[in-house]
């Protein structure tokens, strides 16, 4: 267990809808990153905030949005869906934003279907 | 955007055989992290390397960063069942030292019985 919360672990929706992906990073830890892994593509880096505020953006589309609240916690909008965004996606959290001296984190993922 | 190759895609063999494998760029990385990811489940750090030619040990995996730090690879000796997983490389874009990680396409270990 890696202290890291993902919701929901399944779901599946239907093209043109909107879902809302839910993180818990671990006790402690500031940073929270998305990322995407499809058979394809691999793991993607989506997004990173840091403290409540965008740190760095990486291949997020302009249909995806996320914010960090203040208890920390995440959340990844994905709307408009498409049948190519079915994938799994990670949320992974680290004490800081830098990797020298720190870990980070990946939750168990939600496996995203779109039908 | 910096690519990593990983090869082989595949590979099974074993249990008690010993393995190894790579992690390409033709681009230079500041560090270089070793991720095993299991089914259902997201990655686990294993190791980060930082200096070029530096080896770190842990227990049967030997993880080395080539010279140029364009390079790595994952030795495993001895593979047992439990070493089964996909092993992926990432490292920090060019001159960074966040997580905003690049990410190769692993390779699918098999270890049988």
């Known amino acids: 267990d890696s202290g890291v919360t993902q919701t929901p672990k399944h779901l599946i929706t239907a093209t043109g809808q909107r879902v809302t992906l839910r993180c818990s990073p671990r006790?402690?830890?500031?940073?929270v990153y998305w990322y995407q892994q499809s058979l394809d593509q691999g793991l993607q880096f989506l997004i990173q905030?840091?403290?409540?505020?965008?740190?760095a953006k990486g291949n997020i589309l302009e249909r995806f949005s996320a914010q960090q609240f203040p208890d920390l916690h995440s959340e990844l909008n994905l709307s408009s869906l498409e049948l190519g965004d079915s994938a799994l996606y990670f949320c992974?959290?680290?004490?800081?934003?830098?990797?020298?001296?720190?870990?980070?984190?990946f939750g168990e993922g939600s496996w995203l279907t779109v039908v | 955007t910096q690519l990593l190759e990983q090869s082989p895609q595949f590979l099974s063999i074993q249990e008690g055989e010993n393995l190894t494998v790579y992690c390409n760029s033709s681009s230079v990385f500041s560090s270089l992290q070793w991720y095993r990811q299991e089914p259902g489940e997201g990655p686990v750090l294993l190791v980060t390397?930082?200096?070029?030619?530096e080896v770190k040990k842990l227990k049967r995996l030997t993880f080395q960063f080539g010279d140029a730090r364009k390079d790595s690879s994952l030795h495993i000796t001895a593979a047992q069942p439990g070493d089964t997983g996909l092993y992926l490389c990432?490292?920090?874009?060019?001159?960074?030292?966040?997580?905003?990680?690049?990410f190769g396409k692993g390779t699918l270990l098999t270890v049988n019985p």
């Open positions: 390397v930082v200096t070029g030619g």
């Open positions: 006790s402690g830890d500031l940073s």
């Open positions: 905030y840091y403290n409540g505020e965008e740190r």
């Open positions: 992974a959290s680290s004490r800081d934003s830098t990797i020298s001296g720190n870990t980070i984190y």
């Open positions: 990432a490292g920090p874009p060019s001159g960074g030292s966040n997580y905003k990680l690049t």
